[in-house]
């Protein structure tokens, strides 16, 4: 598509789904705008994650184990799973229809790890294109286990994940040792995935971002979407700079027309979904992190290299250079929440102090962000009701493992010409 047939595309959020999306709609000739409410890119869910970049990590939720467990942990503060037990009408029916996706279990597995896989090819590619530099660790992932129980469980969700072509192989306790010697504690066994990587989520975003502005991508930060409304003839944004003013007043209103728009919106997408007459189910589903500080020779050395999964604990680590030790996880569904609560943090930095005794947690810098998620744990890349309207929402757990992949696919989607 050459500039001159260029159509006009809003981009709403400027996450790692937003900001590739962008990317590979201006690489298809596209006259792109971005907004988001931040004054800088990956200010949410993609400014602190566990960073792995993981088809390893492709299970879906949906099962009845995992339902069991949300039961059991509901009352414990420091679970690995905690559900606020206060109803809500968007909780109710989302965990009704994750429930009635666990038929779908086996197939939304093999197909998230076919797509995780797809993910790396364009997400390396974008990288070298653009010279950013992410913290990227090529040394794969290791999952371990400390009961054979769990070990053969995993052994389970590996033949799922061969199904969708990834390759992991089974590991003994002396092998994990020697592929991460720094990891201390009992373990039985695990898997170790040769293939996955990691990186730093924030920074590649801030690097491909600015690729975009080079690309000639118009970024809206500091605006937020107040509505979104398309026609038959384009879709109107109106927007509102969230830029403080001196006197405390509030911005006028702006309105934009396009000829289409895609919803990045992360946790957002469902409000913005409404305004555009579809409904798009994601809940936010929040995830913890703690970042911790390298500045001594001997914290750098007592940390691990190579990028761990806890599975027992769902606690994830990625070493991002030679001074910073990423840890994350926890599932909290506790609606729009973005508080970071002392008693979930506390199991992370507990972990790193079992695991790895030679590494201090004085300087660990604690996070929370909401991940987007879709009740059968599928991104939603589709069509919305209107022609002109689109979605790249609702990854999940697995945004910075597949937003490379899905919005690939959306640009591809946006820019068939039946669709105008």
Known sequence: MSRSESESVAVIGAGITGITTAYNLARRGHAVTVFDRHPYAAMETSFANGGQLSASNAEVWNSWATVMKGMKWMLSPGAPLLVNPRPSWHKLSWMAEFVASIPQYEENTVTTARLAIEARQHLRRMAEDEGIDFDAEDRGILHFYTSKRDFEDAGRVTKLLAKGGLERRAVTAAEIRSIEPALKGEIYGGFYTPSDFTGDIHKFTNGLALA??????????????????????GVMVVCRSTEPTLDGSIHPEETHRFDKVVVCGGVMSRQLGEKLGDRINVYPVKGYSITVALDDAADQAAAPWVSLLDDKAKIVTSRLGQRRFRVAGTAEFNGYNRDIRAERIAPLVAWCRAHFPGMSTRQAVPWAGLRPMMPNMMPRVARGRNPRVFYNTGHGHLGWTLSAATADAVAALVSTRSNA
Not at 212 to 233: I, K, N, Q, W
């Open 212 to 233: 975009c502005t080079r690309h000639g991508v118009a970024m809206r930060f500091s605006t937020e979407v107040l509505s979104a409304d398309a026609g038959d003839d």
